[in-house]
C-alpha cells in the first residue's frame, strides 16, 4: 500500500513537472488576452473616464486592474466601420426577437434598443 502511494505521488509530481514545462514555460512570451469590459464614459466637464470590469474569475487571478487600464489606455482600438455596426445591429435584432412578449421583456427589448442606438448610430 505504501508503495502504491509513493507511485501514485511521484506520478503527480512528474505530471505536474511536465505540465509547467510544456504549458507555462512555452508561454512566458505570449500576449494573454482577458475578457474584460471597458467603459468610457465622458465626464460632465468633457473629460474621459475608463472603467475596467472583470468577471470574478479574473478578479480571483489576481489580475493587476491598473496594469489592463494602462494596456487598454495605450491600445490603438479602431472605431468601427458602419458595416460592423450594422452587422452588430443585426445580431442584437435578433438577440430580441427571441425575448417574450410579457411587459417586461418589452421594456428589455426597448432599452436594448435605446443602449444600441446611442453606441451603433
Not at 74 to 87: G, L, V, Y
Request: charged letters at 25%.
Amino acid at each position: 500500500m505504501i508503495e502504491s502511494a509513493k507511485q501514485y505521488l511521484l506520478g503527480q509530481k512528474q505530471l505536474a513537472s511536465h505540465i509547467e514545462h510544456v504549458l507555462i514555460g512555452g508561454c512566458r512570451n505570449a500576449r494573454w488576452m482577458l475578457p474584460v469590459v471597458v467603459v468610457e464614459k465622458t465626464g460632465v466637464g468633457g473629460g474621459k473616464e475608463t472603467e475596467i470590469v472583470m468577471n470574478e474569475q479574473t478578479a480571483r487571478m489576481g489580475v493587476n486592474d491598473w496594469k489592463v487600464r494602462q494596456n487598454v489606455q495605450q491600445a490603438s482600438i479602431p472605431a468601427m466601420t458602419q458595416e460592423d455596426k450594422q452587422r452588430i445591429g443585426k445580431h442584437l435584432e435578433r438577440e430580441i426577437q427571441r425575448l417574450g412578449s410579457s411587459e417586461h421583456d418589452k421594456r428589455v427589448a426597448g432599452m436594448m434598443r435605446k443602449l444600441a442606438g446611442d453606441f451603433l448610430s
